[in-house]
């Protein structure tokens, strides 16, 4: 099954699990866990660094207002960024993250401005 669009069956040599139709589009999807802390959420790791989640999503982020999707397949504290090219299309969440989306955007947020190389 396709990571992006969770519909259409992945291709077989594609290393991002995406279907025809996202890979032709540009569309990727990262992934994040998040470890609770007393003020919220920090980002804990993911599939990009915080200087690419700057690059590649800062601005996204930062402007982001929408309501994040939850989504079943993601376990306990996972998030995802679905990105199409340097554009944030969304933000899905686990279920057990509904009741704190804006603490979950909030980290998002936060990571995208360190100064780190790494997690």
Do not use: N
Request: hydrophobic letters at 40%.
């Amino acid at each position: 099954m396709c990571r992006v669009c969770l519909k259409r069956p992945e291709m077989a040599d594609e290393p991002h699990g995406r279907c025809e139709a996202c890979a032709r589009a540009g569309r990727r999807v990262y992934q994040f866990r998040l470890r609770p802390t007393a003020s919220g959420f920090q980002v804990g790791a993911g599939e990009l660094s915080p200087r690419a989640l700057r690059a590649q999503a800062g601005e996204g982020l930062a402007g982001y207002d929408a309501k994040p999707a939850v989504k079943p397949h993601l376990v306990a504290t996972q998030c995802e960024l679905v990105m199409a090219g340097k554009r944030l299309e969304s933000i899905r969440i686990s279920p057990g993250l509904t009741s704190q989306t804006g603490a979950v955007v909030e980290a998002l947020r936060f990571a995208s401005q360190r100064t780190e190389a790494a997690w």
